[in-house]
């Protein structure tokens, strides 16, 4: 069996899995009049941005559920110093709304419901990952999920072995005009050139630090079933090519000079339309409290790792000056 057949199958077991052991049980949480949430790393100004929207929702006519992000643990990344500098003012804002510090991680999970792991360096989610897994917390990882396919592997696996929801989503995913692509609002896909920020951290694989959002929404407007990647590099730029099974190409174009941003078009067999926009965080956070109270994470196993796949084999791509990689190697 090669690895994506793996994958795929693993995937349906997983979720078939996962979903049996969620509606079953305690990680069923849409019976609870209040869920608190525990925020791991404040070294990402997603931890701020993430929290003042929660805290700011009120339960809906049809929704009773009240979400609270009560405590944080600071300590995410310790070895990135353009990460571990903003940990001293979000803890700060963090205090400021009133939400608990904690210097223990244990602490934390102990304190709450459900766990947003906001860690910057994707190095750590295995371990921290590990920490809420084992407790039977439900867990959204923020983007990458991990610093290599293999961690990623071993999340997943971990959260099936425990029975707990699991997902990791940029929020480029959920953007609005993006999921009108997925809607079929310019019929069916048949190719799509994205671009996005592309920073580059020494410690992580090229692509995982910040291409990662721009790939991410490219496999959202495509789907799965790339099947070779492709990746021509400079300092200034990357160009990735992925072919899908079925002939058709997506291209990612990764930004380090110059005016940079999220975006890219989308053909589709009805028309043509802008696609990769960057439409704020409040849609991400949203399906993040409905997976809470579900239990149903609402992007799969199964692409999560091809998105890593996708990346670990444009970095061997890179390393053989463009050749084509494909993703069945991983």
Request: charged content about 20%.
């Amino acid at each position: 069996m090669d690895r994506r057949t793996f994958l795929h199958n693993s995937s349906i077991a997983g979720v078939s899995l996962s979903v049996s052991r969620v509606m079953s049980n305690k990680f069923y949480l849409s019976h609870m009049t209040t869920i608190n949430i525990g925020i791991i790393g404040l070294d990402t100004s997603h931890s701020v941005a993430f929290a003042k929207l929660i805290n700011a929702t009120t339960p809906s006519s049809t929704q009773d559920t009240l979400f609270r992000v009560t405590h944080a643990y600071p300590q995410g990344s310790h070895s990135i110093e353009s990460s571990v500098s903003r940990i001293p003012a979000y803890t700060q804002e963090m205090i400021d709304m009133g939400i608990g510090i904690t210097d223990s991680l244990n602490h934390l999970i102990d304190a709450v419901d459900v766990v947003l792991l906001e860690t910057n360096d994707g190095r750590l989610h295995l371990p921290q990952a590990q920490a809420v897994i084992t407790s039977g917390k439900p867990l959204f990882i923020d983007k990458p999920i991990a610093a290599s396919l293999e961690d990623a592997i071993k999340i997943f696996d971990l959260a099936e072995t425990y029975g707990v929801p699991v997902f990791s989503a940029s929020s480029l995913r959920f953007a609005p005009s993006t999921q009108a692509l997925v809607d079929g609002s310019i019929g069916d896909i048949i190719g799509a050139d994205i671009y996005s920020p592309a920073k580059i951290e020494k410690t992580h694989p090229d692509l995982f630090w910040y291409g990662i959002h721009g790939i991410e929404a490219l496999f959202t407007i495509m789907g799965t079933g790339c099947i070779s990647v492709q990746r021509f590099f400079s300092p200034d730029t990357d160009v990735v090519v992925g072919q899908w099974s079925d002939g058709r190409y997506g291209i990612f174009r990764g930004l380090r000079k110059g005016k940079t941003d999220y975006g890219g078009v989308a053909f589709g067999s009805l028309g043509i339309a802008p696609a990769g926009r960057y439409e704020g965080y409040q849609h991400l956070v949203k399906e993040i409290l409905q997976f809470f109270t579900s239990g149903i994470a609402p992007v799969s196993r199964e692409e999560t790792l091809e998105i890593f796949a996708f990346m670990e084999a444009a970095e061997h791509s890179k390393m053989k000056n463009g050749q084509s990689i494909e993703l069945s190697s991983y």
